[in-house]
């Protein structure tokens, strides 16, 4: 481990106990929970010191998922073990004020110019609750955008759609205000960072075509619902995004669910729109296809996404997940419509017999499938996977 390595590793690990992070949270997104219905659990710490009463001000987990995975596609079949999600947490309670900090371990580390942040950092933020209604949070964390896909702890999260895993501006700095009307709806609304690079960095072809702003930011607007007893649920929300002058892009992404005691079936669509190419798909098949054409400027990306998860029993979990996602863009008749990706799964887990830890073991079938239209010259592909995986979710104090 080199000096620089070192130094922010202590630096990291001391500022868990100076930061002053939401409620908890059920994961990525917004964090509406830790990700398991062991909040209240005894802690590993608990159990070996024998501690009676556990600490609201600094509770600490880690979050581990390793696979080994055999791939099937067009180069050939090829196994490998692979660690997938290494992330320690801590969060913590002190009268109106609570914490949250959770680094990936496993990203790069380099700092981005706009917010001084690098990809370890996850989220680290601050939360005051001013009273029954209305809460604050500053800091680092994952955007207010809908859909229930977004939200899910990453650690759970076997394999992402395709509109999911290009999203690149997940978490940024921000600042955002909710207002819970009752136990049934809120309403949060959101000021952050709409990038951690410059719009000459993210978009290069582009610079020639827009004049980079000072002050690129997004602002969204989120609803989360429960209707009749809780059995229907919403996440929905909308973000307009400020890329460069005259560069706008809308964002929608509106998840339902319907839950009950065996069955959780969610139904997420995401939207992205505007000025430039948001995920980056129809530009990176322009560069390997057309590269003589024009840069791609309006784009548009729709997805639909159908989950189904089946409780069995205590010990079993079994889900099935699909999504569709359609690529266009105007700025040349050939990429009209012209591409459409499914990503589908089928996993089945196991979870043991454990004391207030969340322990599975998992195998899953993952795939994927992109489709042009006839004549374009593009290429089809066809990938899939057999994941065997180890889920760990350690309430370590």
């Not at 995401?270 to 054409?293: H, I, S, T």
């Amino acid at each position: 481990m080199n000096t620089a390595t070192k130094i922010y590793t202590q630096i990291a690990f001391s500022s868990l106990f100076l930061c002053a992070v939401f409620q908890q949270v059920q994961a990525q997104g917004l964090s509406h929970g830790l990700g398991n219905e062991e909040e209240n659990s005894e802690s590993i710490t608990q159990r070996v010191l024998g501690l009676e009463k556990k600490c609201e001000a600094f509770q600490m987990y880690l979050n581990s998922r390793f696979e080994y995975d055999q791939d099937f596609d067009a180069y050939g079949n090829g196994g490998r073990l692979k660690a997938r999600n290494l992330r320690p947490e801590v969060l913590g309670t002190m009268g109106k004020w609570s914490y949250r900090l959770r680094l990936n371990l496993l990203a790069d580390q380099t700092p981005q110019e706009y917010d001084n942040l690098n990809n370890v950092i996850d989220m680290a933020f601050v939360n005051y609750k001013a009273n029954n209604h209305w809460d604050f949070t500053f800091g680092a964390k994952m955007l207010s955008y809908g859909t229930f896909e977004f939200d899910w702890n990453p650690l759970y999260v076997l394999a992402f759609s395709e509109f999911q895993d290009n999203l690149y501006n997940f978490r940024e700095m921000g600042i955002m205000a909710n207002y819970s009307l009752n136990h049934n709806h809120s309403f949060s609304f959101e000021v952050a960072n709409n990038d951690h690079l410059r719009f000459s960095e993210r978009h290069p072809a582009l610079q020639s075509i827009y004049e980079e702003c000072r002050v690129p930011l997004q602002f969204s607007a989120l609803w989360m619902g429960k209707l009749f007893d809780n059995h229907l649920q919403t996440m929905w929300s909308y973000t307009h995004q400020n890329h460069a002058k005259k560069c706008n892009s809308q964002l929608i992404m509106l998840g339902t669910a319907w839950r009950d005691r065996l069955f959780d079936i969610v139904l997420d669509y995401n939207c992205a729109f505007g000025d430039v190419d948001y995920l980056g798909l129809v530009q990176r098949d322009l560069e390997k296809y057309q590269p003589a054409m024009s840069p791609i400027s309006h784009t548009a990306y729709n997805q639909i996404g159908f989950d189904i998860e089946y409780r069995p029993s205590k010990r079993w979990l079994c889900f099935t997940k699909f999504s569709t996602n359609f690529s266009h863009s105007d700025t040349h008749s050939i990429f009209e419509h012209y591409r459409t990706a499914y990503d589908y799964m089928a996993a089945v887990q196991y979870l043991p017999e454990t004391v207030g830890q969340d322990i599975r073991f998992s195998l899953a079938y993952i795939g994927k499938s992109v489709r042009y239209k006839e004549n374009l010259g593009f290429s089809n592909s066809n990938s899939s996977s057999i994941a065997l995986s180890v889920i760990c979710r350690l309430k370590l104090f």
